[in-house]
Nanobody, 118 residues
Framework: QVQLVESGGGWVQPGGSLRLSCAAS????????MSWYRQAPGKPREVVAG????????NYADSVKGRFTISRDNAKNTVYLQMNSLKPEDTAVYYC???????????WGQGTQVTVSS
């Protein structure tokens, strides 16, 4: 059974930090590129950051460059999103996604809420 389980969300004041984790099981994690997406109320889901299967390449949305860092630990089947200098506009439900050129399957987690407010 494939599972992606996000954790680490919560409430934080502007300027604060959070670290999200996404624990994967049920598929060959090391073969999958992983991404973080977010969806704010009334807005479409948008990509935040992505990382290749080996971790060699990463990319970020312009809105989070320099503030967020994506990483992965293939030994732990986990992908992370370190979020610093958080802003109210970062408030959203954050989802992790896994996909691979070797498979048509795309896997999504259930999401974790991040709220940035004073």
């Amino acid at each position: 059974q494939v599972q992606l389980v996000e954790s680490g969300g919560g409430w934080v004041q502007p300027g604060g930090s959070l670290r999200l984790s996404c624990a994967a099981s049920g598929f060959t994690f090391r073969s999958y590129a992983m991404s973080w997406y977010r969806q704010a109320p009334g807005k479409p889901r948008e990509v935040v950051a992505g990382i290749t299967s080996t971790g060699a390449r990463k990319n970020y949305a312009d809105s989070v460059k320099g503030r967020f860092t994506i990483s992965r630990d293939n030994a732990k089947n986990t992908v992370y999103l370190q979020m610093n200098s958080l802003k109210p506009e970062d408030t959203a439900v954050y989802y992790c996604k896994g996909d691979s050129d070797l498979s048509p399957a795309v896997y999504w987690g259930q999401g974790t809420q991040v709220t940035v407010s004073s």
